[in-house]
């Protein structure tokens, strides 16, 4: 029998002759050189690191797997049907009826007895011809309000993707709060067996070993309350994540961050969710408006219907009937109902249009707020880390001092607790800076899960009102820039309404010509706006409106 026999190969897969490798083992040597700088890569991050659950991991398992979410899009989906409902109003209805059946009849004078098998069918066609444009308000107003709908279910998507990223960030803060308590206590456990010793020696009096003791049960009440903090901190992350936080990576700020003031208070003011629903809730309000006026007007019908009725009577053995009418309704009298609902309709009107006025207000509050917050976390990291830097200094300084008899021990205590106070200062602000950037893009309607670039996906409207909003002269665009800008004054002449497609804000007539504004609006336009028309492609105008020092473009056909 032949054996095969082969050499002990080293580790690193060089040939068995000294001196020669072969050129297998040189590719060897290669992939065992890649395989530990693999590894040494693996070490250097570090624990946690590696493996470890980033912000947007979480993001996107809080914008996933969110149960709240999941009602608000079925709701909107089953607000979406309501323009399928509204328009069938003015569709055409086809009904068949059809019976059969017996009859038995007996005349007491004569003794006769009739027996009938009667059956028949009918097919009517009731096509609504005129409903005083009910049916064309209606469906605009279902869609404003579905539209309104989607608006408020992005003000929740954010509302979830921000108390997710503070549920994030406060675990991260509560843990790295926790560590500074226990190095702490450590600390302070290690300078109480100093004191007892130097005591026993009669270097420190019983009221500095006293003195150590109470900051040390101190430190232990710290830790026990931070503690608690992480684990509620780590419960509300479950609660709003779904599962357990892990080892966390270190987070970082969300991108696109506006670059001033200026800048985030003009991308709120297009796309922030309740700016964005209040305009179409005032669009629904004043569709409604036009709807009850609509029922003042008289309606005209079409019907149809052909029948055939067969054995209806001894002497009709086979009957058929085929009729067409144009039918008119007119109402004339309700006892005042129909009047009572413009009234309210015109009342409602009133107030969706104060709440776009008060949405707007909020929200530049919120921005700015969010953005004094933001800068003021800055401010508080850059001062912390200064204070660290200077209470490092002042502990290592005065242990020094300690030992030479020049300090006592309570000014070594003292050192350590401003150290300790100023590294959860510094953790404090480190998280609320992270956080206001996330609050920052909530209040600018940026903290999307498509801004963010969340690998999910995102549950779209239902396709036919997709293709309505693409084709439909009311719809309105989704891109956030789009969305429509109208001013409501006071009082506001017949002659000053303008009536264009929507005045978009744009920085030039070139940018102004490539948005396309989908609904017709009558905006009201002030005394102190000045209009001014340019030539742009046939049948069609492009209009500026000045006010509030800011150029506002449209176009109207």
């Known amino acids: 029998m032949r054996t095969n026999r082969h050499k002990a190969q080293p580790a690193c897969g060089y040939g068995a002759r000294e001196g020669a490798p072969s050129t297998l083992g040189a590719v060897r040597a290669n992939s065992c050189l890649a395989?530990?700088?693999?590894?040494?890569?693996?070490?250097?991050?570090?624990?946690?690191?590696?493996?470890?659950?980033?912000?947007?991991?979480?993001?996107?398992?809080?914008?996933?797997?969110?149960?709240?979410?999941?009602?608000?899009?079925?709701?909107?989906?089953?607000?979406?049907?309501?323009?399928?409902?509204?328009?069938?109003?003015g569709l055409p209805n086809l009904s068949l009826d059809a019976y059969t059946g017996g009859e038995h009849s007996r005349l007491n004078s004569s003794s006769r007895t009739t027996k009938l098998d009667p059956d028949g069918y009918s097919v009517t066609l009731t096509q609504p011809l005129f409903r005083g444009f009910q049916t064309l308000n209606g469906t605009r107003r279902v869609k404003a309000e579905a539209r309104a709908g989607e608006s408020q279910l992005h003000g929740r998507e954010q509302s979830v993707l921000l108390d997710a990223a503070t549920a994030y960030m406060d675990v991260v803060r509560d843990r790295k709060i926790v560590k500074l308590r226990r190095d702490n206590v450590r600390f302070l456990n290690g300078e109480?067996?100093?004191?007892?010793?130097r005591r026993k020696a009669g270097d420190l009096s019983k009221t500095d070993v006293a003195q150590a003791r109470t900051r040390l049960f101190g430190g232990k009440a710290d830790l026990a309350q931070a503690e608690a903090d992480v684990e509620a901190s780590?419960?509300?992350?479950?609660?709003?994540?779904?599962?357990?936080?892990?080892?966390?990576?270190?987070?970082?700020?969300?991108?696109?961050?506006?670059?001033?003031?200026?800048?985030?208070?003009?991308?709120?003011?297009?796309?922030?969710?309740?700016?964005?629903?209040?305009?179409?809730?005032?669009?629904?309000?004043?569709?409604?408006?036009?709807?009850?006026?609509?029922?003042?007007?008289?309606?005209?019908?079409?019907?149809?219907?052909?029948?055939?009725?067969?054995?209806?009577?001894?002497?009709?053995?086979?009957?058929?009937?085929?009729?067409?009418?144009?039918?008119?309704k007119m109402p004339l009298y309700r006892g005042g109902e129909l009047r009572s609902r413009v009234r309210q309709t015109r009342a409602r009107e009133t107030g969706a249009i104060y709440e776009v006025t008060d949405s707007r207000r909020r929200t530049r509050a919120n921005v700015i707020n969010a953005w004094k917050q933001l800068h003021a976390a800055r401010a508080r990291i850059r001062a912390a880390r200064q204070q660290v830097k200077a209470a490092r200094e002042a502990l290592k300084g005065v242990r020094i001092e300690v030992k030479v008899g020049e300090r006592a021990l309570f000014e070594v205590l003292d050192a350590q607790r401003e150290l300790v106070n100023g590294e959860v200062?510094?953790?404090?602000?480190?998280?609320?800076?992270?956080?206001?950037?996330?609050?920052?893009?909530?209040?600018?309607?940026?903290?999307?899960?498509?801004?963010?670039?969340?690998?999910?996906?995102?549950?779209?409207?239902?396709d036919a009102v997709r293709r309505e909003r693409l084709f439909a002269n009311e719809g309105t665009p989704k891109e956030a820039s789009a969305y429509p800008r109208l001013f409501a004054p006071a009082e506001t002449r017949a002659e000053d309404r303008v009536d264009v497609r929507v005045l978009e804000p744009a920085a030039s007539q070139e940018a102004a010509q490539a948005q396309w504004a989908m609904s017709v609006t009558e905006m009201p336009v002030s005394d102190t706006a000045r209009l001014a028309t340019a030539a742009i492609p046939p049948r069609t105008t492009l209009r500026s409106v000045k006010s509030d020092d800011e150029t506002y473009w449209g176009m109207s056909r």
């Open 425 to 462: 200062a510094l953790a404090r602000a480190q998280n609320d800076h992270v956080v206001s950037g996330y609050t920052l893009l909530a209040a600018t309607g940026r903290l999307t899960a498509s801004y963010l670039n969340l690998p999910v996906d995102y549950p779209d409207l239902d």
């Open 234 to 328: 780590e419960a509300s992350f479950e609660a709003i994540i779904g599962r357990r936080p892990g080892a966390l990576a270190a987070p970082r700020m969300p991108p696109g961050l506006p670059p001033s003031l200026e800048a985030a208070l003009g991308v709120a003011k297009s796309a922030n969710p309740a700016i964005v629903g209040a305009l179409h809730q005032q669009e629904a309000a004043r569709r409604a408006k036009r709807e009850a006026y609509g029922a003042l007007l008289p309606t005209v019908s079409l019907e149809l219907s052909h029948g055939i009725d067969r054995n209806t009577s001894a002497s009709i053995d086979r009957e058929e009937v085929s009729s067409l009418f144009v039918r008119m």
């Open 192 to 197: 109480l067996k100093a004191s007892r010793a």
């Open 35 to 89: 395989v530990c700088s693999l590894a040494l890569a693996l070490v250097s991050l570090g624990p946690g690191e590696a493996g470890s659950q980033s912000l947007n991991e979480a993001l996107t398992s809080a914008f996933s797997g969110n149960p709240g979410l999941d009602a608000e899009r079925a709701r909107q989906r089953a607000d979406e049907e309501s323009i399928k409902l509204e328009r069938a109003k």
